[in-house]
């Protein structure tokens, strides 16, 4: 059985060869077909990502460059120019079945900021739930190690991170993961289903493979090993299989599975449970406790009695009983000086003591867990 069979939030990775065939600049037959599955599947409620390469290469066509050039600015300028025809072609292919779609552009360093990391999460949460397909892309014109030495393939692995997905895939131009490189050596062996994260996969995998792009199988194992830290299962296929993504929501066996250790949400749990130092804690009344434990719900300011610590936004806090025991921990939402400010206080009065309107739990109950 496939890893989409059950999943719900889908992240699907693309790599430059697929998108722009081979370099020869957009391919609109490729990304209509992927777009007519997508919309398939998201008449399904499956919620959708994709993290699409192709701007360099595409932005190298319109400018005539029949290489990569190896000067950054270069880069860069191919990568706007590129970008351009990029989001065009994935608006007007996904908008032809009904579904709006959204660019953003990220770094690392969108991903390594607590602020930004947050807010990137916020929006994409937000998109998917008004049906909204984002199409995530590596902000080329303004990184450099990125361009040189970066992949879509770790960051389809962070965007599959940041959105807690069930499942990555990642669609290139070749059938799956080998024994060995297939185009050198002819008794390479199909392996169809691995665990993430096996040292193995990773002496077995070979270099780039194309001049287009970047990446090699060695960033898809890496990147299937980094997914799985959050729970999600990778699978590498062939692009250009028909009907691919249809397929392995129907449970298809086509590509390698590489399969995560920890399901997804034990996964979320256990990291927090292992946070050794935590940066505050909350102490919440009598009745916060019986929501929290006999009820499952959220922690909301209204019960908390009393803020600790100097924490920020997104930072692991302790939930303590009114006797100081500490009885859950979890994301918070605010900071501690936010907490302060609207503890025992509704949600409608965030907005006048904030000076905006946010969410109104302190920790959602999926990002808590009880001691």
Do not use: C
């Not at 907490?339 to 009065?349: G, H, N, T, V």
């Amino acid at each position: 059985m496939s890893l989409l069979s059950s999943a719900r939030r889908i992240v699907v990775k693309v790599g430059s060869s697929l998108v722009t065939n081979e370099g020869r600049g957009v391919d609109a037959e490729a990304i209509a077909n992927w777009s007519r599955q997508l919309a398939a599947l998201a008449n399904e409620g499956r919620e959708l990502v994709m993290v699409s390469s192709g701007a360099i290469a595409e932005g190298m066509k319109r400018l005539g460059w029949a290489t990569r050039p190896k000067e950054l600015h270069e880069l860069q300028a191919a990568a706007a120019v590129g970008q351009m025809g990029l989001a065009q072609m994935y608006e007007s292919q996904l908008s032809a079945h009904g579904l709006h779609s959204a660019q953003v552009l990220l770094t690392h360093a969108d991903l390594a900021d607590r602020e930004r990391y947050l807010n990137a999460r916020s929006t994409l949460l937000t998109l998917m739930a008004h049906r909204v397909l984002p199409v995530i892309n590596e902000n080329d014109t303004v990184v450099n190690d990125e361009i040189k030495f970066g992949d879509n393939d770790t960051l389809g692995a962070l965007v599959a991170n940041l959105v807690e997905a069930d499942a990555l895939v990642i669609l290139t131009d070749q059938r799956g993961l080998y024994s060995a490189d297939p185009r050198k050596d002819p008794s390479a062996r199909f392996i169809d289903t691995a665990q993430a994260g096996d040292p193995e996969l990773e002496r077995m995998a070979g270099g780039a493979g194309s001049s287009i792009g970047r990446g090699g199988m060695i960033t898809k194992i890496l990147a299937a090993k980094r997914a799985a830290g959050s729970g999600a299962g990778t699978i590498i296929a062939w692009g250009r299989e028909p009907d691919v993504l249809l397929r392995l929501a129907r449970g298809e066996a086509i590509g390698t599975a590489l399969l995560a250790a920890t399901p997804k949400l034990q996964a979320r749990k256990q990291w927090m449970v292992d946070h050794l130092q935590m940066r505050g804690a909350v102490k919440i009344d009598a009745g916060a406790v019986t929501k929290l434990r006999g009820e499952g719900k959220s922690l909301l300011p209204i019960g908390v009695t009393e803020v600790q610590g100097d924490f920020h936004r997104g930072d692991v806090i302790a939930v303590l009983s009114p006797d100081g025991t500490e009885l859950a921990r979890g994301l918070s939402n605010y900071s501690g000086a936010e907490a302060r400010l609207i503890a025992r206080k509704p949600s409608a009065d965030f907005e006048s003591l904030l000076g905006y309107a946010a969410e109104p739990e302190l920790i959602h109950r999926d990002n808590l867990v009880l001691r």
